[in-house]
């Protein structure tokens, strides 16, 4: 009975590629890939979003972006592989998980030093809307970020030298790079352009919330429209911050954690600044997905979107320079005192609902975007 048990393991087990040498010991196994690559540069957003003129405004690189199918398959099988690490065992994907809407679900990612990083691993989607990229904003171009985690040392901590060695000397590579981009050669221009085809691809506009757009949200429930018009209406004004299709902003702002955030640990913009009227600034995320996006903010802070919906209810810290949305009058200077919402238990929970109308249960499950390993 043992034996035949430790047999079924082993032929379980993904067979090695047969021509595989070890790099540091490793084995190595080859991606699945369907036969005819995805159709990665059919994909796009849907006619409203490009005739949405706030969402052209904000387009930031989406156009100048070349997406080929064979690219785009080299991106989401370096984005997968935890080849890409120091010692074979983070990939992009452990931290961006793709049934988490490519989150985390804990406040500190680790990567290979075990040590956890300070802020909450991001979701990645639409990233053609932001220019600028990480919660204090301070990268500008997705080009010029997907690197940077490979040579991080609590990320990936990998020499970028030395990756291209590795990659070369990986059985599937030269071929992936040959379709990608006409010769086997590996190089870190290619390893980041592959990379930001990938991610340009994961694009997110199918949830409840955009079939109610279509069909005046005949199927929310009484809980959902409550919530809905919690969320537009003009005291709370989330859609002020979180605004149009995308729910988000290009302008980072202050929603009052903390009224001393460099204090606390993590003055955000400020810390970069060094300027008092920005700390605790950080970006303005997207909502979407953010029901499977926990935990909440830069942080990880609040482990539900009830107690991220409470804060906003009744816990706003006054802060020298806490947006202007967030006090009773909604405008004038900054720094004025919060305002007290004081929702009551069925405008909290229907803003709750709400917020999970905006989940896309497509692309945490869509093949294209996953591993194929
Ligand atoms: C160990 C966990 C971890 C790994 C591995 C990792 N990331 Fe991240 N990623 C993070 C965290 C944490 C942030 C936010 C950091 C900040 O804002 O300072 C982030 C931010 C990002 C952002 C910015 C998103 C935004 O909305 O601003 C992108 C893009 C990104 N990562 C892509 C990648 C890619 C590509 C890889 C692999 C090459 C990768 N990440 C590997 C944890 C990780
Ligand atoms: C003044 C602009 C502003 C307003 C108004 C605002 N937010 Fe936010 N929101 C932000 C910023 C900035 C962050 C990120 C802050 C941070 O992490 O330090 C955020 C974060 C969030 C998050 C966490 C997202 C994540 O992925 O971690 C949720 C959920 C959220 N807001 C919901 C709401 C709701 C609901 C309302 C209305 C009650 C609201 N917001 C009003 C600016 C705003």
């Not at 957003?45 to 398959?73: K, N, R, Y």
């Not at 909450?120 to 970020?145: A, C, I, K, S």
């Not at 429930?221 to 605004?243: A, I, M, P, W, Y």
């Amino acid at each position: 009975m043992v034996a035949c048990g430790l047999l079924l393991l082993a032929a379980c087990r993904r067979e090695p590629t047969s021509d595989a040498p070890s790099w540091q010991g490793a084995v190595v196994f080859a991606p699945h890939l369907p036969a005819t690559p995805y159709p990665y540069s059919a994909l796009n957003f849907p006619q409203s979003w490009l005739d949405d003129p706030a969402l052209a405004l904000f387009s930031g690189f989406g156009g100048d972006i070349e997406v080929t199918d064979a690219g785009a398959t080299l991106g989401r099988v370096l984005f997968h592989d935890t080849r890409l690490s120091v010692d074979n065992s983070v990939s992009c994907g452990s931290c961006h998980r793709q049934s988490r809407a490519f989150a985390d679900d804990v406040a500190g990612s680790t990567g290979v030093s075990g040590i956890p990083l300070a802020r909450n691993t991001p979701g990645l989607f639409n990233l053609q809307y932001q220019r600028r990229l990480f919660w204090d904003m301070r990268v500008v171009g997705l080009e010029n970020q997907v690197l940077q985690p490979i040579g991080h040392p609590d990320e990936m901590g990998m020499d970028l030298g030395a990756l291209v060695d590795k990659l070369a000397d990986t059985p599937y590579y030269p071929q992936l790079f040959e379709d990608a981009f006409g010769d086997a050669e590996v190089n870190l221009d290619r390893i980041m352009d592959a990379l930001v085809q990938f991610l340009s691809c994961i694009r997110t506009y199918q949830s409840r919330y955009d079939a109610g757009l279509a069909n005046d949200f005949a199927d929310f429930t009484e809980s959902e429209l409550l919530g809905k018009d919690v969320f537009f209406n003009g005291s709370t004004r989330c859609n002020q911050c979180h605004s149009g299709l995308n729910f988000f902003s290009t302008q980072p702002t202050i929603n009052g954690l903390e009224n001393d955030y460099a204090a606390a640990g993590d003055g955000g913009i400020g810390d970069l600044t060094g300027n008092a009227a920005d700390d605790g600034r950080f970006k303005t995320v997207s909502l979407r997905n953010v029901g499977l996006t926990a935990p909440y903010m830069h942080d990880g802070r609040f482990a539900t979107l009830r107690e991220v919906v409470d804060f906003y209810s009744d816990n706003i810290e006054p802060h020298p320079h806490l947006d202007e949305r967030l006090s009773e009058a909604g405008m004038g200077p900054s720094g004025q005192a919060p305002y007290l919402l004081d929702l009551n238990e069925a405008e909290r929970e229907g803003l709750v609902a709400f917020l999970h109308t905006l989940t896309d249960t497509a692309i945490v499950a869509d093949p294209i975007f996953g591993s194929p390993f």
